[in-house]
């Protein structure tokens, strides 16, 4: 029923004349719209047992047996683990794996905090660079991974002639083969790819901040760092809380981009927990490699159950609130580790700025009392951070578009001007020859065609079955909606590398492995979740008078769907095709793992087998990754404003 404190009148009005009934057995028990709820669900949860949930119970089942090859071993209990306690090489792949993660997401969410208060600001030309700022974001990782090799190139990379350009150093840095250098090195490229996330999500967040309070706050005297630190920090702690487990969750599984780039090399310094459980994989020592996948699930899911808690709470509740007995003990302890660092962090800024106020009072003192003999004057100040601000976003903004000038220029670049490295920052003359040879005398062709017809697929697949599913969630009131909803989250964040075996031998007993069509069978086990969570968020923010006033003209549930909500959330609907064509368009372990035909081969896998050892044909990949590039960032060009919407709608919106 509608909330009648909530309630319009003529809401109030459709209640009044329902007619009085008592629920059956069932409806008190699984909730009076379970019936309704039934076709709603059960596309998704068919989709989620096949593709995630039957899979995660082999996975399980594997970890238990001594499993090399296809057929499973003999059951050995706990030994795996055993094993893993005691293997140096597992326990170092740990260690880089939280020292990636954490390092990346700290900075990450501090630039990005910063770059989203100084584009919330009257910048000109904010919408458009808010748009330049996302592309690092929205480009395949295997074109990600491309760019930065020819980057970190010792001979010809793009860095090393910057810096001898600026006499810094001797040059010649081997960034990617030095076991001290490989680690920055990599953490500078998912920095670079994941700071647009947090851009985007925290300045929606802060442009749904109350102006209001800064008004008023304004009015009392408080500067502007008081207002940062006592309005705009606790009025975003959701949004940061959210934007920083899920970039943990991200980056923690990471896979490809690492890969693509080094391997896990040299000599281990960069392998992640996934690249080795991928190499026991690959050495047929699934039990072993399945085992290494799992074994990070008890950390992963106390930080998904965190998360999940946050994403369904309204901002009102308490995170653990809802969580059975058990989980609520295990969780709630990090939940206040949560609660205690941010105070800690409050109070350290707090600390610092009575520091830097303690240090100007003492230089005005030195140099003389009044606002004329103040360093600039009042003005003078916001003149000054005006400049700062400006510095530092042209700063940022070259950190993330140097790349595609880079990828740009080699593209057209002739192969001796390369292979030369003369005038290197621009083509002489420029020349269309790698794009011909890429379209003419390789599978280009046949791997864009594959990518389109699996993106298609799976996108419609997805979002079909997204759209029924997240409004049974978010609209029919039935038991277990919320644990539903959290196992969702669950399910897009389960590693993938965890379902890899057990996918392979599904899809090996269906005959389908080396297919396109074993593509279209996977894909939705990470794109149907997100798209069910982005859609989940805007079903909350449509008000059910709508639906209300339907049923009273005669509509059922369903028909009340396709006619009144659909409509409403075809923006909705946009942004989460707009999500699952660029999933599908970028992934690249199960394609890499699935398909060996080059025939059958996407753009993803194309272009990395396009390496040949040493060998890097940059003109090629460049002149191709342009060519996988460009769909993309015309597609988010094109549907920027839904995209930010539904980037933002689980966070910023909340739940509830």
């Avoid at 501090?110 to 000109?124: H, K, M, R, S």
């Avoid at 500078?188 to 209001?212: C, H, M, N, R, T």
């Avoid at 609130?321 to 800690?344: K, N």
């Avoid at 040949?612 to 549907?639: E, K, Q, R, W």
């Amino acid at each position: 029923s509608l909330r009648t404190e909530t309630a319009t009148p003529r809401a109030k009005a459709i209640v009044a004349a329902r007619p009085a009934r008592r629920g059956s057995w069932a409806g008190r028990t699984v909730g009076a719209d379970w019936k309704t709820a039934l076709p709603f669900m059960l596309p998704m949860v068919i989709l989620l047992f096949g593709v995630v949930g039957w899979p995660l119970l082999q996975a399980v089942f594997l970890v238990f047996t001594r499993t090399a090859g296809f057929k499973t071993g003999p059951f050995v209990g706990l030994t795996n683990f055993g094993n893993l306690i005691q293997n140096q090489e597992y326990l170092n792949s740990i260690k880089v794996t939280l020292e990636f993660a954490v390092s990346a997401v700290f900075i990450k969410f501090w630039l990005g905090l910063l770059v989203a208060l100084i584009l919330a600001t009257n910048i000109p030309g904010r919408n458009i660079l808010t748009a330049l700022v996302l592309i690092p974001w929205v480009i395949p990782e295997v074109v990600k991974a491309l760019i930065w090799r020819s980057l970190y190139d010792p001979q010809f990379g793009g860095i090393n002639l910057i810096l001898q350009r600026l006499h810094i150093g001797n040059g010649g840095l081997s960034w990617l083969g030095d076991p001290h250098l490989a680690l920055p090195a990599v953490t500078a490229v998912q920095i670079w790819g994941g700071v647009p996330f947090f851009i985007v999500v925290l300045l929606s967040g802060i442009k749904a901040l109350d102006s209001e309070q800064f008004n008023a706050a304004a009015i009392d005297g408080a500067n502007a760092f008081r207002r940062f630190l006592h309005i705009t920090l606790p009025g975003l702690r959701y949004v940061i809380i959210v934007c920083c487990l899920l970039s943990f969750i991200w980056t923690f599984n990471g896979f490809g981009l690492i890969y693509l780039l080094t391997a896990g090399g040299p000599g281990n310094a960069t392998q992640l927990y996934a690249i080795l459980a991928y190499r026991a994989i690959t050495g047929f020592l699934y039990s072993q490699g399945t085992t290494i996948a799992l074994s990070t699930a008890p950390v992963l899911a106390v930080v998904i159950a965190i998360l999940g808690r946050y994403m369904m709470s309204s901002g009102n509740e308490t995170p653990t609130g809802e969580l059975p007995g058990v989980l609520r003990a295990v969780v709630a302890p990090f939940v206040l580790l949560f609660h205690g660092l941010g105070w800690l962090l409050m109070r350290l800024i707090e600390a610092a700025e009575t520091a830097v106020l303690a240090l100007a009072t003492v230089l005005r003192h030195a140099i003389g009392h009044g606002e004329r003999s103040s360093l600039f004057g009042q003005r003078g100040n916001a003149r000054a951070m005006r400049v700062a601000s400006l510095l530092i976003l042209a700063v940022v903004l070259v950190f993330e578009l140097f790349p595609f000038y880079w990828s740009i220029i080699t593209a057209f670049k002739p192969e001796a001007q390369i292979e030369e490295a003369v005038n290197v920052f621009w083509p002489q003359p420029w020349t269309v020859e790698h794009f011909r040879y890429m379209l003419s005398q390789t599978d280009f062709p046949t791997w864009l065609k594959n990518t389109v017809a699996v993106a298609i697929v799976t996108t419609t697949i997805s979002v079909c079955a997204a759209a029924l599913g997240a409004y049974a969630l978010v609209r029919l009131r039935w038991r277990g909606a919320r644990t539903f909803s959290v196992l969702v989250l669950i399910t897009y964040l389960v590693p993938s590398i965890m379902l890899l075996i057990p996918m392979y031998k599904i899809l090996s007993d269906l005959h389908l492995n080396n297919s396109v069509t074993s593509l279209m069978v996977t894909y939705p086990s990470f794109i149907l979740p997100f798209c069910t969570w982005l859609l989940m968020g805007y079903y909350r923010s449509i008000p059910e008078e709508l639906e209300e006033a339907a049923q009273m003209d005669g509509c059922n549930r369903l028909t009340a769907f396709f006619r009144v909500v659909l409509p409403l959330v075809k923006p909705a609907l946009m942004a989460t095709a707009l999500f699952a064509i660029t999933a599908s368009w970028n992934e690249f372990l199960f394609a890499y793992a699935f398909i060996f035909s080059d025939t059958s081969k996407t753009l993803p896998v194309g272009l990395a087998q396009m390496v040949f050892g040493d060998v890097y044909p940059y003109g090629n990949m460049m002149a191709a990754s342009l060519m996988m590039t460009i769909p993309v960032v015309l597609m988010y060009t094109l549907g920027q404003r839904y995209m930010v919407e539904g980037l933002t709608a689980g966070s910023v919106k909340g739940g509830g």
